[in-house]
């Protein structure tokens, strides 16, 4: 069957997609579209799924042996790539033709047998070159259309030559040749001619080579703009030749002596590092591994320099040396015991002694160039600090006395510093023998450290004249009473305030008053209970407030909805929060600000392990709607019983009369033969006729009627119940439009059909008195069905009939 190219990409169509999205998960993605990682995935080919805008793909740790043309796909954006590591042998041409705009290229670490002879052509763009860990065994690499290169890092090679090819002195951008740890012993003359030839602004790299001899005259009139040279020779002997040997290199900075920290060689002649004289230089960087019994004139050769810095040194005393251009001296960790006097140094800018070992100060003097002075961390123990150290010196802005161990201030500590802006006293026990002079006068101030000093801050007045402070770090010290209302108040340029750990209880709600410009607060681990502060207006500024390590256990709803608007890291961890239903409106807080929180996984509950994020505040919503529900439930069953009680109060009662009876059932003894309900506007007809006709006849007959017959001071509805319904035998009711009119009449005929119904009697005889609509019956409850059902009397006029009809009913049994 043969296909066509058509019918062959629908085929592959979805292979290759399979294919592509399996090699999608390869590599992470650091930034979309443009910067991937393949890192020690064990892959033996790039993937073809890269996006084509990729600039930068770190390819390290994998395998692919061997580079040639199809090695990469066509990423024409890809600058950066990385193949630390990936077992590549062979380097074949033209290997980089798809990837032509590299810029830097890493090949550190393979194991490269064979570099193609146009293997780098087409990297026109080139910049960095690393060729770290090869194998190279010299620099003859053909490179030559990398006319951008400006880094070359050959380090950890075979390299026995610092000669460059020919064709790189065109390269008018190559500025970096790292040649570190190589086996060059020999710099001859000619080896540096196209060094020379590529100029100036040059940083060359020999450290850890095995230099022997250098050709004098190899490194004249080259001008590098960093040169170093540490661990770079065989002996002492030999660094001592081949330093002289370096007459005629200018550079700017020098890097010698150890390489790191090596351990320590003992130099019998003192003179060991003169060679330096030769070269020219301005600043140098200098590891000292040598020592000697004698006085070694390290700085001899130094004369010169603008910058000296020893990393470390086995110097006991720093020699009189007369410099000249000295601008910055930093002389880390020596055997020095005092502070070298330097008073000879007029141009001395910035002054940096940091020693390991308890020193001595004599003060300095005479320095009116020096702005920086750095004694932290010496041990130092002074007595009448400041001006009595620093005598004519009154360029010094910033001083760093920190980390010693015992500073005495006493009467105007600081005059004729005037110009301080930086002082920093932290970690050093400071004792004020003035306290209210303590900074008198220091009216550039601008940062003071005087954290962890030992001062007991009192009312008394301390920071009058600092209108210009804008960092006061005064944590690990204590406070008097309510120093605090006080003490800040006339700060009002204050940016950062820090007092942690100052043992504080409370914030008077007055202390921020003139500090409105405060962005960082700092007020870790005190003992705070409540952050009211927070609720006035006076930390609009704030955007960074560190209360972590305290008492508190809530903030109010007040507080956290009138939090500076700028607030944007809040650091409440390390604190016994409340987790309660009572503080719903806290932890919805805290919740919903996790990201200006620090740590808000370090807000624990006050009595569980429990994170205050995990609290499960839809608990406390539900339990809150269930009370509500109840609660609400509960009144309205109240208020619809006591309204079913007022409106039925008398069947209430009726019910009620009816169970005593039913409790005790005597027989009833009736004493009327009748009782007549009627409305009052019939009581007329009920009067003249009814009860004239009845009550005077033969047999008499007893009627109950509610206006004669009914007990005083008892209830109408027990009257009703107790003499009309259950004390007469029948019921008259006398039917009228008034009657169907009459709430009362209505009800006393309902008594009375409950009470018959009960007894299954048809006892209620009704009288028509007059007529009635039919509609109107119905109100009636009862009474339109009982006159359909039963028969009824109607009044006309005055008849025999209707008497002798109606007392046959009343006396029928
Ligand atoms: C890479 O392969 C080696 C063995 O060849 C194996 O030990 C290692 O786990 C693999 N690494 C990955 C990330 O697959
Ligand atoms: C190479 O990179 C530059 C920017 O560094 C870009 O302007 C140019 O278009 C790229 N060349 C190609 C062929 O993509
Ligand atoms: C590699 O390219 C160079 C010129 O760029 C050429 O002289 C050489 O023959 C090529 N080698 C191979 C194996 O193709
Ligand atoms: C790249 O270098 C080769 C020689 O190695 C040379 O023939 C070719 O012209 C160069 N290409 C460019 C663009 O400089
Ligand atoms: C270093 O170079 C010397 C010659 O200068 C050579 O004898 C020695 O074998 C080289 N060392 C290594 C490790 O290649
Ligand atoms: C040396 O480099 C600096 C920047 O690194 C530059 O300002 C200066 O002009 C350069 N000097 C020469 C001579 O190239
Ligand atoms: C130190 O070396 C210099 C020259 O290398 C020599 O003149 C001097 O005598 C030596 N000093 C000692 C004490 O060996
Ligand atoms: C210091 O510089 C002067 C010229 O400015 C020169 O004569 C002298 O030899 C230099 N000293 C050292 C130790 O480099
Ligand atoms: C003072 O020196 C100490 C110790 O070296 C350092 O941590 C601190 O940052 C310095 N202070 C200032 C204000 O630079
Ligand atoms: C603040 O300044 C005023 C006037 O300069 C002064 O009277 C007052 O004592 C100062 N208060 C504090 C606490 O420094
Ligand atoms: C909040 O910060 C912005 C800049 O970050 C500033 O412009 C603004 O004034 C600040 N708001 C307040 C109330 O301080």
Partial sequence: ????????????????????????????????????????????????????????????????????????????????????????????????????????????????TYFGPGCFNSLHNLQRLVLVDVGL??????INNLTKLQELRVGTNNIQSVSLPSFMSAFKDFSLLDLHANNISIIKTDDTVVLREIGRNMTLILSRN???????????????????????????????????????????????????????????????????????????????????????????????????????GYIKRMEYIPFHRLKE???????????????????????????NIPMTFYGISDLPLLQFVDLSGNFLILKDCCSQFFQRTPNIHYMNFSLNSEIRIEDKPFSGLDLLEVLDFHRTKLVLVFYFGFLHGLKNLKYLDISYTTITFTRQIIFQDLNKLTVLKMAGNSFLGDALSYLLQNLTGLEVLDISHCGIEEIPSISFIGTQKIQYLYLSQNKLMILDF?????????????????????????????????????????????????????????????NILKQPENIFCKTTDFRATDFDIDSCVHKKRLTIVLSVSFVTVVVLLSFLAYRFQFYLQYCCILLIRYRSPGQQECSYDAFVIFSSYDEDWVMNELMENLEN???????????????????????????????????????????????????EFELAQSRFMMERNANIIIIILEDVEETKTKKVFGLHKHLKKNTYLKWSTSNTKFWKRLRKAILDN
């Fill in 137 to 142: 065994s010299s620099l003859q690499i053909q």
């Fill in 210 to 312: 095995k230099l022997l001899h250098i050709e004098p005259e190899a490194f004249k009139d080259i001008y590098l703009k960093e040169f170093h040279i540490q661990s770079a020779f065989v002996s002492l002997n030999a660094q001592k030749e081949c330093l002289e040997a370096l007459t005629g290199l200018s550079v700017d900075k020098l890097f010698i002596g150890s390489y790191r920290m090596q351990s320590k060689v003992k130099v019998s002649n003192e003179s060991y590092l003169d060679g330096l004289c030769s070269v020219h230089f301005n600043e140098i960087y200098y590891v000292q591994k040598e020592f000697s019994e004698s006085e070694m004139h390290l700085f001899r050769c130094m004369i010169n320099a603008t910058k000296i810095t020893v990393k470390r």
């Fill in 329 to 355: 001296l930093y002389l880390g960790p020596t055997l020095l015991s005092t502070v070298p006097r330097i008073s000879h140094i007029p141009t001395l800018e910035k002054l940096v002694v940091r020693n």
């Fill in 534 to 594: 927070l609720g006035l207006p006076n930390l609009k500024e704030l955007s960074s407030l560190y209360v972590d390590k305290n008492s508190i256990t809530s903030l109010p709803l007040h507080v956290l909805q009138k939090l500076p608007t700028n607030l944007s890291q809040f650091d409440l961890s390390s604190n016994p929060i409340d987790c309660t239903c009572s503080q719903t409106d806290f932890i919805w807080w805290i919740i919903q600000n996790q």
């Fill in 697 to 747: 006849s033969v047999p008499p007959i007893q009627l109950c009627l509610h206006m004669r017959d009914f007990q005083a001071g008892k209830s109408i509805a027990s009257n009703i119940i107790d003499e009309g319904i259950m004390g007469s035998r029948k019921v008259i009711v006398v039917v009228s439009q008034h009657f169907i009119d009459s709430a009362w009449c209505r009800f």
């Fill in 1 to 112: 069957m043969i296909m066509s190219y058509g019918e062959w990409m629908i085929f592959l169509g979805p292979v290759l997609f399979l294919v592509n999205s399996g090699q999608g998960q390869e590599c992470t993605m650091i930034i979309k579209n443009i910067e991937y990682s393949c890192s020690g995935r064990n892959l033996t080919h790039i993937p073809r799924s890269l996006p084509v805008t990729v600039k930068s793909l770190d390819f390290s740790f994998n395998f692919l042996s061997s580079l040639h043309r199809c090695a990469f796909p066509v990423l024409v954006n890809l600058q950066v790539l990385d193949l630390t590591r990936c077992h590549i042998k062979h380097i074949e041409n033209d290997t980089f033709y798809n990837v032509k705009n590299l810029t830097t290229l890493i090949l550190t670490g393979n194991p490269i």
